[in-house]
């Protein structure tokens, strides 16, 4: 018997986000395409109705959860704003994904054009799983560059020969925030936490929260010099 265009979408985004949680929690090598049936409340059989291959899955939940992670971060549409800001606005809402989505910054990490060559290339991602999610990622990094674009047709961010500072910016800026919520997500993984942890917690925010707003202070400075 078949299924409506909206019952296969939903369960479609079911396995994803069942998917997601094994992949962020255990990583790659630990889940097992029971483990995701398993976890979407789903057959075996029918999880491959969806799914040719575990890493056709993972493909499609880095995909997701960058458009997630992309769309909670995006500065707001205001034409008014020059790139300079847009840019500032983009990285301190970053920080904020960082602590608000810890485990899913980490996981999105995983996320570039080189990481998908590999993916495609070696893992064997059926073509249509990539022609379908490729595109949606590459329409992020599209929105994500025309902040720089923007920046550097109203003279607010320069141009450095050599240097891709779209990326550079990007890369550094994640780095530090790793560094900080890594840390968090330790304390978190202890289990229930006792009053003392929470308080813990909460300085180690505070402090980290500090650090980057120096550090991306040093940051911005780059892009105007």
């Not at 939940?61 to 020059?82: A, E, F, G």
């Not at 047709?153 to 994640?174: H, P």
Request: charged share 30%; glycine share 4%; net charge positive.
């Amino acid at each position: 018997m078949a299924i409506s265009e909206r019952t296969y979408a939903k369960r479609k985004k079911q396995i994803i986000k069942a998917a997601e949680k094994l992949f962020i929690r255990n990583g790659f090598q630990e889940v097992s395409m029971d483990c995701i049936a398993k976890q979407a409340y789903i057959s075996k059989p029918t999880l491959y109705n969806y799914f040719k291959s575990k890493i056709d899955i993972y493909y499609v939940c880095l995909v997701t959860s960058y458009i997630h992670r992309w769309q909670k971060t995006k500065p707001k549409n205001d034409s008014s704003k020059t790139g300079f800001e847009l840019v500032k606005e983009y990285a301190e809402n970053l920080i904020d994904y960082g602590y608000h989505y810890p485990e899913h910054l980490l996981f999105t990490s995983n996320v570039s054009e080189q990481n998908f060559d590999v993916l495609i290339f070696h893992n064997t991602v059926s073509q249509n799983v990539t022609e379908e999610y490729e595109k949606k990622f590459l329409a992020v990094q599209d929105e994500f560059s025309s902040l720089f674009k923007k920046g550097y047709e109203d003279n607010t961010i320069r141009k450095v020969d050599g240097i891709d500072i779209r990326i550079y910016f990007l890369y550094s800026l994640r780095g530090y925030i790793i560094e900080r919520v890594s840390a968090l997500i330790k304390l978190k993984k202890k289990g229930k936490l006792r009053e003392k942890q929470k308080e813990k917690i909460e300085h180690l925010i505070k402090l980290s929260k500090a650090e980057l707003d120096f550090h991306l202070e040093n940051l911005l400075a780059l892009l105007q010099e």
